[in-house]
């Protein structure tokens, strides 16, 4: 199964600063990412599919890029709302693989 | 968008059963395939169980394959995961998930599962 490994494990940021996170696929998984917020208590929150698509409702300071094995999730001016758990997710290959996530913290 | 609530979890024995249901709200609940994902403690998601729209097609992760079985009534809109012989290792939060073109546009909040003599 392909294994999604995300970087850093934890990231410590300011509101109002940007934040980069990275997701790598261990084989090529085309375009076929997605990204997710989670928060403590609440459902994950899909962010972005096609590795650059924002999901319906999610605010344009959210931004993906990438394709094949590298991908990165940017989130600019960062809202107090937006310190929580991203976890990636590849749908190219069956099973469907998660990253550990990436906690991002004040 | 799709509301879901899951419902069930707990404490249980090992080698004891548990069932969990996912109520869905506000959107066709019968378009769509429906998972369940968990996480163990410390450890990242993963899939265990995937029901088509109409559940006639299903499958598992070989962790719980023979052991847990999913299943949905569309005319109430539930999903359900029976679980049987539970292990320790299938302690975690489980999550029901709706698929939409392969990646999950709908989730619950999660419901805990502990498998603790």
């Known amino acids: 199964e392909v294994v999604m490994t995300q970087s850093p494990a934890i990231l410590s940021v300011s509101p109002g600063e940007r934040a980069t996170l990275s997701c790598r696929a261990s084989?090529?998984?085309?375009?076929?990412l997605a990204w997710y917020q989670h928060k403590p208590g609440q459902a994950p929150r899909l962010l972005i599919y096609?590795?650059?698509n924002r999901a319906t409702g999610i605010p344009a300071r959210f931004s993906g890029s990438g394709s094949g094995t590298d991908f990165s999730l940017t989130i600019n001016s960062l809202q107090s709302e937006d310190f929580a758990v991203y976890f990636c997710?590849?749908?190219?290959?069956?099973?469907?693989?998660f990253g550990q996530g990436t906690k991002m913290e004040i | 968008q799709v509301q879901l609530v899951e419902s069930g979890g707990g404490v249980v024995q090992p080698g004891r059963s548990l069932r969990l249901s996912c109520a869905a709200s506000?959107?066709?609940?019968?378009?769509?395939?429906m998972f369940w994902l968990r996480q163990a403690p410390g450890k990242g998601l993963e899939w265990v169980a995937m029901?088509?729209?109409?559940?006639?097609?299903?499958d598992y992760a070989d962790s719980v394959k023979g052991r847990f079985t999913i299943s949905r009534d569309n005319s109430r809109n539930t999903l359900v995961l029976e679980m049987n012989s539970l292990r320790a290792e299938d302690t975690a939060v489980y999550y029901c998930?709706?698929?939409?073109?392969?990646?999950?546009?709908?989730w619950g909040q999660g419901t805990m599962v502990t498998v603790s003599s």
């Open positions: 998930a709706r698929d939409r073109d392969r990646r999950f546009d709908s």
């Open positions: 506000g959107s066709t609940f019968s378009d769509y395939y």
């Open positions: 029901i088509s729209s109409d559940g006639h097609n299903k």
């Open positions: 084989q090529n998984i085309n375009s076929y």
């Open positions: 096609g590795a650059v």
């Open positions: 997710q590849q749908y190219n290959n069956w099973p469907r693989t």
